[in-house]
T-cell receptor, first 112, second 113 residues
């Protein structure tokens, strides 16, 4: 089985501050990794996905960026947060051999 | 525009009844279909996946797929208050290695004791 860790669980940040959210996975090698955002009252929005180390694809242009420095680590960053960045950020993984996505516990971000 | 549509609800059913959740999708090339359950404040958890036309049963849950009509549904038999949650329908966007999913906005289910 696989385990997905997300850190931190909750975060309150002022507008204009930087952001770094971390996702680490256990129990699987070479997974596809995903970052989603779920804003209040809205659906899941795919932000980035990665099929391997250093390989990042962006789904929605915005002030966020992602990096994958290690096979089992996926990081979401921003240099300057906007109010509209508030939401529930979810990391998900997909085994290379399957097509089901599994979600981590999420990080709830509030930008004030 | 590729979309996945769900009624937002809330869908309210009495305890012990059958809850029926529906989802339609626009991409005829979609191959994989998923139902996730999301409790308030928590992350989505996979309930079922379905790939072929027809029914797939797992305990109290039955997923139904009709590719010709482009809909997928989830039936929950003997609904329990613990089933109260938002149910997300997801459809694969591409075949192959990316496995990107498109999610509906979810249907909120409330099971009344």
């Amino acid at each position: 089985s696989q385990t997905i860790h997300q850190w931190p669980a909750t975060l309150v940040q002022p507008v204009g501050s930087p952001l770094s959210l971390e996702c680490t996975v256990e129990g699987t090698s070479n997974p596809n990794l995903y970052w989603y955002r779920q804003a209040a009252g809205r659906g899941l929005q795919l932000l980035f996905y990665s099929v391997g180390i250093g390989q990042i694809s962006s789904e929605v242009p915005q002030n966020l960026s992602a990096s994958r420095p290690q096979d089992r680590q996926f990081i979401l960053s921003s240099k300057k947060l906007l109010l509209s960045d508030s939401g529930f950020y979810l990391c998900a993984l997909r085994w290379a051999a399957g097509d089901t996505q599994y979600f981590g516990p999420g990080t709830r971000l509030t930008v004030l | 525009q590729k979309e996945v549509e769900q009624n937002s609800g809330p869908l309210s059913v009495p305890e012990g009844a059958i809850a029926s959740l529906n989802c339609t999708y626009s991409d005829r090339g979609s191959q994989s279909f998923f139902w996730y359950r999301q409790y308030s404040g928590k992350s989505p958890e996979l309930i079922m996946s379905i790939y072929s036309n027809g029914d797939k049963e797992d305990g109290r849950f039955t997923a139904q797929l009709n590719k010709a009509s482009q809909y997928v549904s989830l039936l929950i038999r003997d609904s329990q208050p613990s089933d109260s949650a938002t149910y997300l329908c997801a459809v694969n966007r591409y075949g192959g290695s990316q496995g990107n999913l498109i999610f509906g906005k979810g249907t909120k289910l409330s099971v009344k004791p």
